[in-house]
């Protein structure tokens, strides 16, 4: 008996560990995004420097396979259409496997998201931006620092991100 109470101990501390790691956390304004192109669905060259010129940028990390991140996906694009004329700028970055990103296109196409989307082929973007969990969603400033990062999703997630939002389009007005 105590072996099976120190096994359902040590499982609960593991669950709590990884539990916090999947909660939302302020970044700390010191960190600041380096630049990096990417390719997005038409071939083309997206790069984090020029989408910063045009205001803030929310970077959602998701993959078709992530049930959270297919739930989150339609609120970014809430979020988006909500901010879109103050200057927000959405970078959704697909971390699907290389035989199935072929359906990304179709699929952002058919729910009629209008934000930038970019392959993340090799996960350096990923890498470099220390994502563990998907979905990821990081909110950076105009300058680039990273204001704001969440792993996970569950129903009222976007509610927190509209918060930092609305305080960083206050900031900015000053």
């Avoid at 970044?27 to 630049?35: I, S, W």
């Avoid at 339609?74 to 909500?82: A, F, G, S």
């Avoid at 296109?105 to 973007?125: N, S």
Wanted: glycine residues 4%; aromatic residues 8%.
């Amino acid at each position: 008996m105590p072996k099976t109470k120190l096994v359902v101990s040590a499982i609960f501390i593991f669950a709590l560990l990884l539990g916090q790691m999947s909660f939302s956390q302020d970044a700390p304004k010191t960190q600041t995004a380096t630049d990096f192109t990417a390719r997005d669905l038409n071939g083309g060259k997206v790069q984090l420097k020029k989408l910063l010129e045009n205001g803030p940028v929310l970077i959602d990390f998701w993959a078709l396979w992530c049930v959270p991140c297919l739930k989150e996906l339609p609120k970014i694009q809430e979020l988006r259409m909500r901010y879109k004329d103050r200057g927000l700028i959405v970078l959704a970055i697909n971390e699907d496997a290389a035989n199935d990103q072929s359906k990304v296109k179709p699929f952002i196409k058919q729910k009629k998201f209008d934000f930038v989307v970019v392959v993340d082929e090799d996960k350096d973007l990923m890498n470099r931006f220390k994502v563990v969990n998907l979905p990821t969603t990081i909110l950076l400033d105009k300058a680039g620092s990273m204001i704001y990062s969440h792993s996970g999703y569950k129903p009222g997630d976007e509610a927190e991100l509209s918060k930092h939002l609305e305080t960083l389009f206050v900031e900015n007005k000053r």
